[in-house]
């Protein structure tokens, strides 16, 4: 009974990483990385293609790297790209870093970085791992080490307009509305 319990489990977490990473992830990549946001933006390159790859990953910032939990374990092609690659670019609280010498943390080790309500979270869903990144040293935006990533850089920012237009226009709706019944009132 024990084994057809965790086989379901692993097969939902499958499932929403297949959801996360075709719905969740597009959306929360308009705002991972911003200054207040609890989502870090990852930019690393494909072991096998070469390719770019962009992906949002919730993160702590540390004295020296970032803590990410791993919640679908070590399979996933992002951590084995940074493995592969030795590193990554993180985009965290509106800076980029330049990261390497990833590092595999067990729970005891990754998870004390977090808030008490994010440890419970990941405990409950079975998180094992952590990835640690060492940070090497800031990067700016026009930095030559960004350019496989300009074209995922440029539609971001493009999300993040329409996203902030989507936004504004909600409020305008809602304060006409507002000042519409309160006209009514007098």
Not at 67 to 94: F, M
Not at 97 to 126: C, H, M, N, R
């Amino acid at each position: 009974m024990a084994e057809e319990a965790a086989f379901d489990l692993k097969q939902f977490k499958e499932q929403v990483r297949g959801f996360n990473k075709q719905y969740f992830n597009p959306f929360t990549l308009t705002f991972a990385g911003l200054k207040y946001s609890p989502y870090t933006t990852i930019y690393h390159t494909g072991r096998t293609s070469g390719r770019g790859y962009v992906t949002p990953v919730l993160a702590v910032a540390t004295d020296e790297g970032f803590i990410a939990p791993l919640p679908y374990g070590t399979h996933v092609d992002w951590y084995r790209n940074i493995q592969a690659a030795g590193g990554c670019i993180v985009e965290s609280k509106g800076q980029l870093y330049l990261t390497g010498e990833p590092e595999l943390l067990d729970v005891a080790s990754g998870a004390g970085a977090f808030p008490e309500w994010i440890q419970q979270s990941l405990e409950k869903s079975g998180n094992e791992h952590f990835l640690w990144l060492k940070r090497l040293e800031p990067l700016s935006p026009d930095d030559s080490a960004l350019d496989p990533w300009r074209e995922a850089r440029a539609e971001i920012h493009t999300h993040r307009m329409i996203a902030l237009g989507a936004l504004v226009s909600l409020a305008m709706l809602l304060a006409v509305r507002f000042f519409a019944r309160l006209g009514r009132r007098r």
